[in-house]
């Protein structure tokens, strides 16, 4: 066993790859070795799989493995070297297996790895479908197939084809299986009883066969069985791609006319995935001929992968406006008049009180559409206010300030951070369905921003003529801050076309997985597409960004407004003032400037910047590390400070007790709860139950308990101090992949070793080490509590027998028999004695004891001897005594010559 297997602890229980490891957890989950007959493991080197079955199946069971690579005998198992997609293996398995089948084929394969994911993703799928073609020919009836898969855009296609072969298929993901890696298991149950299987089920030229790009990018959702099925049955038939661009097509150059831009569907992905819009037919040279056509759009066109956002953006205006004017875009409104242009309805004159009503009515409509945007202003200011909160560029987090601010309204960013924010990065942007959801937003008044950029796109001219010039300009005001939002889907598009990217991102999104449990067999694949998905959309992110365009745009309801302001004034306030408690005793500790100096106005600034730093300081010196601080009152010697010192605990007190509850509201408001990255990876899993009530106390008492006391720590605390690094930078850095990770079952030595090898790297700077060193130095310098003990137990002992002296000095003192000599005489003894006492307390030589006679080779204490001794033998003695001698006469020319001379001990 090498000294990794030692440490890794697989040889602990006998395994040769930790990859056993998920066998048992897949076994224990599915239960299919325990009563298995016939086992066959495809690609089994270097046996930790056939280990593992050989110790779960029945005596007497049959286990064959194969490898490329020769497998070390293994008790109770068959092995051979073959590769798993000769003839030759087939022949082999039969010869083994000969009239029996298989009730379980086990297959961990991975081919060679090192070549671009893509590849390794490819060559992996087709290996399983080797594996699986060898399954079919083998398994009994009901039999299971456990396989390994790639997650990559084969995987339906494979979960597909084991659906048509076996009753149940359940994809998994077992705790041992690292969850950066992208393989998945998939476990296939009751083989189906076929008496023909087509062939093309196990082609990969059918199964994974690519599919035709087509016209329309829009269409790239993904593959559904139904698809897939023709995919497999009607392989002539040319069908949609599933995904946007095909297989290893991430370098081909594709154009797009002009044309076909205006009319497409999503601008959008069109500018992510072509390369150059042409101008070739007659149509396009019509577009290019047209005024809005200007020189630095045909410049945009020529090559689409380099676009800037400026270019970006004129490019989807330039789209817009020509499907204005050409009047591709028309609004319901639009359509409406159309349709009441084409019928004649015969409307009879209003009498006076109808037309009262309807003037009425119309008002109504009118203060309600004002009321509306009013609201929507309000929250695009509100966004904004919590956008710079978020990016930390509002220290004094004064959103009162902000939202007092009268700059503010009605004037929504250029680039509005909230659209981007609400919209998410991801979320793809249909702008024709936008032009249907605008008029039904207004009527349910559910007016996200992002969704109003979104259908404020396909407004028409005609539309706009009604509103004034004033909304006309907010809107292309929203249109602008929805550009950045766009461009970033643009290049999130681009991105995608780049097949590392895919493969990093691949890579991170199965980072984030939870523990899966499972695609059912019955799901529509699509459908477990969306549940994956889902399961992307986790972690604290995700849920506060939610949260946060939920907070911002969802609430319609002005009541639900209201509650929601209330929630935020009442937490603004409760900072606010814990800020200005904080200000206040400042301003007594350093009493400011007579009104006459000119300092004045400065002081007052510096006191204003404090206070909008006070809301984040407080956070920082909420850390229960400086608790035990003395407040910065007492440190000055001034009569004003002792009259803070009285007031300084009540505002602490209440400080506190304001974070507190700031902090529960922050928790119960959002059901998340905030903890320092530092321990985040420490708190086992069952821990991160938001119920439990105990888990603040515990972790305020590890935070009280570990402090800064790591490297690490200091160097998180010094960037949050100087401002390189915000909390929230600090609480997202906080999940790692191993947070969510279920961690039962597992055995001690793999958790150790991940606690030690998988934990996030947090840089440390040079600054916190030398604080470290400083204090460690500073610790070091005290002497060690033993010793002061002792010290202080000599002292002691001292003072006590010079007490017992001096009283029975007084005793000789007082004694009238005695003269004065005797008694001086008396009294020198006793002090002497205790003089010698204490000078006798000091260390004695040990006796020597000449292992001679009874004493020679005795074991233990030799008979006579009390106290310390030490035994010598003779010679030793004799030597010691000639060696005294030849000192002695040789005086001290010889003793100098020798500079490590052997001791004599005392007594010879
Ligand atoms: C992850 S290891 C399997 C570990 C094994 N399950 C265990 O527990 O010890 C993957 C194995 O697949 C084997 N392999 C890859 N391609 C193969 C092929 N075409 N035929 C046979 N074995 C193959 C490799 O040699 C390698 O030993």
């Known amino acids: ?247 290893g097509n991430y370098t081909l150059y594709k154009t797009i006319s002009a044309d076909q831009y205006l009319h497409s569907e999503d601008a959008i992905a069109v500018l992510g995935t072509y390369n150059r819009i042409t101008f070739a037919s007659e149509a396009d040279q019509m577009l290019l001929k047209d005024q809005l056509t200007t020189e630095d759009i045909k410049a945009s066109c020529e090559d689409l992968r380099v676009l ?74 509100r966004a904004k206010a919590l956008q710079k909160l978020q990016l930390n560029m509002n220290p004094a987090m004064d959103m009162g300030e902000e939202w007092a601010d009268d700059a503010l309204h009605g004037q929504p960013e250029t680039f509005s951070l909230s659209a981007a924010e609400s919209n998410g990065p991801h979320r793809s942007v249909n702008l024709l369905d936008a032009q249907d959801t605008l008029s039904d937003q207004e009527s349910s008044d559910q007016d996200t921003s992002a969704s109003q950029w979104r259908g404020d796109q396909n407004e028409t001219i005609d539309d706009h003529d009604d509103d004034s010039a004033d909304e006309r300009e907010q809107r292309i005001r929203r249109l602008e801050s929805g550009m950045d939002d766009m461009y970033e889907q643009y290049q999130n598009h681009l991105q995608e076309r780049d097949a590392k990217f895919r493969a990093k991102e691949a890579r991170r999104k199965s980072a984030k997985y939870e523990e899966w449990d499972g695609i059912r067999s019955e799901d529509n694949n699509q459908q477990s597409d969306e549940d994956s998905d889902v399961a992307y959309e986790k972690g604290y992110d995700s849920v506060s960004r939610r949260k946060f365009a939920e907070e911002t745009y969802d609430s319609d309801d002005a009541e639900d407004d209201h509650d929601e302001r209330q929630h935020l004034e009442d937490t603004q306030h409760a900072r606010t003032k814990k800020s200005t408690a904080r200000t206040r005793s400042e301003a007594r500790a350093f009493p400011s400037a007579p009104a006459s100096k000119p300092l004045l106005t400065a002081l007052e600034s510096a006191a204003e910047s404090n206070d909008r730093q006070s809301a984040q300081s407080a956070v920082w010196y909420d850390n229960p590390v400086f608790q035990d601080m003395l407040p910065l009152e007492d440190l000055i010697p001034t009569q004003q400070a002792q009259t803070t010192q009285s ?79 915000t909390k929230s930078d600090l ?85 009238a028999d005695l003269t004065e000599r005797e008694k001086a005489e008396n009294i020198n003894k006793i002090m002497a004695k205790s003089m010698a006492k204490k000078a006798g307390a000091e260390k004695k030589a040990p006796q020597l004891v000449v292992a001679r006679g009874t004493n020679r080779g005795i074991k233990g204490r030799p008979k006579g001897t009390k106290g310390r001794y030490r035994m010598v033998d003779p010679r030793m003695k004799k030597e010691l005594r000639a060696q005294k001698r030849r000192d002695q006469r040789d005086g001290k020319k010889r003793s100098s010559g020798h500079k490590k001379q052997r001791q004599i001990p005392k007594g010879y």
């Open 647 to 725: 007031s300084t605990p009540e505002l602490d007190q209440s400080s506190s007790e304001e974070d507190d509850n700031s902090m529960e509201e922050e928790q119960d408001s959002d059901g998340i709860e905030i903890v320092p990255s530092s321990f985040a990876a420490d708190v086992p899993d069952g821990e991160w139950d938001a119920q439990d009530q105990d888990m603040d106390a515990e972790k305020r008492a590890k935070i009280a308990k570990q402090g800064l006391n790591t490297a690490e720590a200091v160097s998180m605390a010094h960037a949050l101090v100087n401002r390189q690094v």
């Open 1 to 247: 066993m090498g000294k990794h297997d030692k440490k890794s602890g697989k040889g602990e229980q006998g395994y040769r790859a930790r990859s056993a490891f998920k066998l048992v957890q897949l076994n224990k989950k599915y239960n299919f070795l325990d009563q298995a007959h016939c086992c066959i493991d495809l690609c089994a080197a270097p046996g930790g799989w056939l280990q593992v079955a050989s110790k779960h199946m029945p005596p007497n069971s049959l286990i064959v493995g194969v490898d490329l690579v020769p497998i070390k005998p293994i008790p109770r198992c068959i092995t051979f070297a073959e590769d798993i997609n000769s003839f030759k293996c087939r022949d082999q398995l039969r010869e083994h297996l000969k009239d029996w089948r298989a009730d379980v084929v086990l297959h961990d394969g991975a081919p060679n790895v090192g070549t671009a994911w893509v590849q390794d993703a490819y060559a992996q799928s087709e290996l399983t479908l080797q594996a699986l073609k060898l399954a079919v020919e083998f398994l009994a009836p009901g039999g299971t197939f456990v396989t390994k898969v790639f997650r990559s855009k084969d995987y339906n296609n494979l979960v597909w084809v084991f659906n048509q072969l076996f009753h149940h298929v359940e994809a998994t993901k077992p705790p041992s299986s690292r969850n950066v890696s992208a393989e998945i298991f998939v476990v296939c149950q009751r083989f189906r009883n076929m008496k023909r299987i087509d062939p093309k089920f196990l082609d990969p030229k059918y199964v994974f066969k690519e599919l035709d790009p087509t016209s329309s990018v829009q269409e790239k959702a993904g593959v559904n069985s139904q698809n897939l099925l023709e995919n497999v049955l009607h392989p002539e038939k040319a069908r949609r791609k599933r995904e946007g661009y095909e297989d």
């Open 308 to 381: 800037g956002r400026g270019d970006f953006s004129a490019l989807v205006k330039w789209r817009k406006a020509l499907r204005e004017k050409l009047g591709l875009d028309r609004s319901k409104k639009q359509k409406q008049q159309e349709a009441e242009a084409t019928q004649t309805i015969e409307v009879e004159p209003l009498n006076e009180e109808e037309a009262i009503d309807e003037e009425l009515a119309r008002l109504n409509e009118e203060s309600s559409k004002r009321a509306r945007k009013e609201r929507r202003k309000r929250n695009e200011a």
């Open 731 to 815: 609480i997202d850095q906080g999940f790692s992949k191993t947070n969510f990770q279920d961690k039962t079952d597992l055995p001690q030595w793999f958790l150790d070793d991940e606690d030690q090898h998988y934990r996030t790297n947090i840089p440390i700077s040079k600054e916190a080490v030398d604080a470290l060193r400083a204090k460690q130095r500073a610790l070091d310098a005290r002497p060690i509590k033993k010793i002061a003990e002792a010290k202080a137990r000599k002292k002691h002992r001292a003072a006590m027998r010079l007490e017992k002296a001096q009283k029975r000095a007084e005793a000789i003192n007082e004694n």
